[in-house]
């Protein structure tokens, strides 16, 4: 593995004195945080107020605010082009039918998933670390415990599941093999489990760098392509058996490029005349300069996140 990058400052709490260093394997297109950190400390990562699992909102949805005309018209045309796959009841009984099976999240966050397909007469069950979602998610009406992919809790361990969600959790975890043997062992015959993670293959990512905002260090501690993730998956027990990607209209959003900036400046803050480092700023006239270079891309370049669907081998 080669230095890839360093990260010079956690962006959501930047009085942390901590920088980070992103370690990146060419061949195998996986990247990683090392040191890693230990279990213990990864929670203090998440004691920041606007971590998007502590609200009740959709986050399928994008907040689609364009401040000006130009961005308007970047958003709508954008729009027309994104053929992003977004998991609901439709996307569930595509790939499910409409009998019931049993059904389990980990990483759930708030439960909207897990309560909209309870509502379809599923057995729905949830694991999450976020004391805070867990309570949003049993005010769904959805049963939840305290754990993780990887630290799985006991209520769960030796059931089995027609059907496993771990969407935009294995990027956080210390150990996401484990996480996905996890997974496997829980799975019923002919079961699916459906993994979810930034795309790092997205030119987004290539054009912003540092500043990505996918790229959330040191939340996120492992870095995927569809490539790398579909490795992880082969070496868990898993055989992928289909490929979707979503996140292309988002990246154009006025809140993703603001965010963006403010990574930028807190970033440039911390560095202290060394900003050199840095890509260029981010402006709407770079998000429309990214959109004119990914309208005709492979989706695996469009698309912020990609998901593999994976079986039993």
Not at 238 to 267: C, H, M, S
């Amino acid at each position: 593995m080669r230095l890839r990058m360093t990260i010079p400052v956690d962006w959501r709490r930047p009085e942390s004195a901590e920088s980070y260093q992103l370690f990146w394997d060419d061949k195998s297109e996986y990247g990683m945080l090392y040191p890693r950190p230990s279990i213990e400390s990864v929670a203090s990562f998440y004691k920041v107020d606007d971590y998007y699992t502590h609200h009740v909102r959709d986050l399928r949805k994008t907040a689609s605010v364009f401040d000006n005309m130009f961005g308007r018209v970047l958003g709508r045309v954008s729009w027309q082009l994104d053929q992003s796959v977004y998991i609901g009841p439709t996307w569930f009984a595509a790939h499910y039918g409409e009998s019931p099976v049993s059904i389990l999240d980990l990483g759930c966050g708030g439960g909207q998933l897990l309560a909209e397909l309870k509502e379809k007469g599923h057995t729905v069950v949830g694991v999450e670390p976020d004391n805070d979602a867990r309570k949003i998610a049993e005010e769904r009406g959805v049963t939840v415990y305290a754990g993780t992919a990887e630290q799985l809790p006991d209520e769960v361990v030796g059931q089995k599941f027609d059907a496993i969600f771990i969407t935009h959790v294995l990027e956080h975890c210390v150990d996401p093999v484990a996480a996905l043997k996890n997974s496997a062992d829980l799975l019923a015959q002919n079961g699916k489990v459906t993994i979810e993670v930034p795309n790092h293959q997205a030119l987004g990512f290539q054009k912003a760098g540092l500043t990505w905002r996918w790229l959330d260090v040191p939340r996120h501690l492992n870095f995927f392509t569809p490539k790398s993730l579909q490795a992880a998956c082969r070496e868990a027990g898993l055989e992928p058996v289909g490929i979707e990607y979503r996140g292309y209209t988002r990246q154009f959003d006025a809140n993703w490029i603001r965010d963006e900036q403010k990574i930028y400046d807190r970033y440039k803050a911390k560095l202290n005349g060394e900003s050199h480092i840095l890509p260029e700023r981010k402006s709407q006239w770079q998000a429309w300069k990214l959109f004119s270079q990914t309208i005709f891309v492979e989706d695996a370049k469009k698309y912020d996140s990609v998901r593999v669907i994976a079986a039993k081998r």
